[in-house]
T-cell receptor
Framework: SAVISQKPSRDICQRGTSLTIQCQVD?????MFWYRQQPGQSLTLIAT?????????ESGFVIDKFPISRPNLTFSTLTVSNMSPEDSSIYLC?????????????FGAGSRLTVL | QKEVEQNSGPLSVPEGAIASLNCTYS??????FFWYRQYSGKSPELIMS????GDKEDGRFTAQLNKASQYVSLLIRDSQPSDSATYLC?????????????FGTGTLLAVQP
């Protein structure tokens, strides 16, 4: 299965600043996704990162707040813009891979952001 | 109605017992169902997938799917303290041109030694 590297693994940020999270995969993948997991909560899909076109955002998430890049089939970035304490969360990059003939989702280790 | 619902728990079982985790979903056309395990501070890892009605067994884990009832469950036999984690049910949903995975809130399992 794919190996996903995310960085930073954690960061402490000041209110009003922006932070970019990088996701690198060791093989070419078609589908890449960004999820958020707020403290004590489950995973919420932010957007699908599309290679060569604009990301597809889920309800409640907008490009101005969470701009996403996908320059190729192995790399994506998620920026959390103009951060507030409510953005404190774990942000997870995930990719869809084929295992035993089925499409399954594999996750990176996540980036834990704390906004002061 | 939430798309994927789980009892948040905690579900506490003694070591060696069977742990039963349940999940219901709202999208009748969903075809793929997954159980992820998430240890505290770690990212989710896939433990079971199921696509057809009935049971699917893998070691101590059995996934059960009933599409008519929109219900999927996970049984863990001979539960071990190392099984203590949050178990996330995930359902594939068609959103626009893309299939996407929607997660339940997770059930916290505590296996007591």
């Amino acid at each position: 299965s794919a190996v996903i590297s995310q960085k930073p693994s954690r960061d402490i940020c000041q209110r009003g600043t922006s932070l970019t999270i990088q996701c690198q995969v060791d093989s070419q993948v078609t589908m890449m996704f960004w999820y958020r997991q707020q403290p004590g909560q489950s995973l919420t899909l932010i957007a699908t990162a599309n290679q060569g076109s604009e990301a597809t955002y889920e309800s409640g998430f907008v490009i101005d707040k969470f701009p996403i890049s996908r320059p190729n089939l192995t790399f994506s970035t998620l920026t959390v813009s103009n951060m507030s304490p409510e953005d404190s969360s774990i942000y997870l990059c995930s990719v869809e891979v084929i295992e035993t003939g089925a499409n399954v989702l594999t996750f990176g280790a996540g980036s834990r952001l704390t906004v002061l | 109605q939430k798309e994927v619902e789980q009892n948040s728990g905690p579900l506490s079982v003694p070591e060696g017992a069977i742990a039963s985790l349940n999940c219901t979903y709202s999208d009748r056309v969903s075809q793929s169902f997954f159980w992820y395990r998430q240890y505290s501070g770690k990212s989710p890892e896939l433990i079971m997938s199921i696509y057809s009605n009935g049971d699917k067994e893998d070691g101590r884990f059995t996934a059960q799917l009933n599409k008519a009832s929109q219900y999927v469950s996970l049984l863990i036999r001979d539960s071990q303290p190392s099984d203590s984690a949050t178990y996330l049910c995930a359902v594939n949903v068609l959103g626009g041109a893309t299939n996407k995975l929607i997660f339940g809130t997770g059930t916290l399992l505590a296996v007591q030694p």
